[in-house]
């Protein structure tokens, strides 16, 4: 649970930008939150995170 927080953080955050960007992200925010990061899994989602076009402005 506390992972899928931690990655749907991130995918707000850092759509589209680069991997390792992404990925350093990612353990950041799974560090922040108490969970040991699995590097396979980390580069899963960083790698489909960063394919992910980014969000427009939100001009609320």
């Known amino acids: 649970m506390r992972v899928d927080y931690a990655v749907n953080k991130v995918m ?11 990925a350093q992200a990612i353990h950041d925010q799974l560090r922040a939150v108490g969970v040991v990061p699995n590097s396979r899994q980390i580069a899963q989602y960083a790698a489909a995170i960063s394919a992910l076009p980014e969000l427009p402005p939100n001009n609320n």
């Open 12 to 22: 707000q955050t850092h759509r589209g930008q680069n991997e390792s960007q992404v």
